[in-house]
């Protein structure tokens, strides 16, 4: 076997693994990777996995399953594990069963909540139907028809009076007085 003289940093030599590569002859190296491959080829992996885990099932699992039974006290045998599971299904069919009586009860005791089916609305007026809920009314309908003149309010006394009296020089005055506080 040849030896590396490279070394790592370790400055260690290593022994190579593999031949020399024969350089001369390339025709034997390929016979050599044909050869290879038919055999790889030919071979039935998928057969041979499960030969051995089939082997390692029958021998090592047996085995190793019991060991871990007696040490781990939590762990259930499949008898008990099956046991179990009829149980929770047992229990299962019996609630579903008395479901199933406690929905037939209500539906016999069950009645109308009202006399007669569901009955839409009646549709309103054609006249109604189109008009705003805040629309003005016909009295202002017809002011508003009327054309407006501006200043038309001030002819009045009353609104003269009432106009003077709220913001007259001397109603400022007394509102500034009111609002200034005295000590």
Not at 85 to 102: I, P
Request: zero cysteines; hydrophobic letters at 40%; aromatic letters at 6%.
């Amino acid at each position: 076997m040849d030896v590396d003289e490279s070394g790592g940093s370790s400055g260690r030599r290593r022994a190579k693994t593999k031949p020399e590569l024969d350089t001369t002859s390339p025709e034997g190296y390929l016979e050599e990777l044909a050869a290879r491959r038919r055999l790889r080829l030919r071979r039935d992996v998928d057969a041979e996995e499960m030969a051995t885990i089939r082997a390692l099932e029958k021998t090592v699992g047996t085995a190793k399953r019991a060991a871990w039974q007696t040490w781990n006290v939590t762990r259930i045998t499949r008898e008990r594990a099956a046991a179990i599971l009829a149980d929770v299904a047992d229990v299962a069919a019996r609630t579903a069963e008395m479901d199933a009586a406690a929905r037939a009860k209500e539906t016999a005791e069950m009645r109308a909540l009202h006399p007669e089916p569901f009955k839409w609305p009646p549709s309103l007026d054609r006249e109604k139907e189109g008009v705003h809920r805040r629309a003005p009314t016909e009295k202002r309908v017809e002011e508003l028809k009327e054309p407006h003149v501006e200043g038309e309010l001030l002819e009045t006394n009353y609104v003269r009076r009432v106009l003077y009296k709220r913001f007259s020089p001397i109603a400022r005055f007394q509102r500034l007085i009111a609002w200034v506080p005295f000590n």
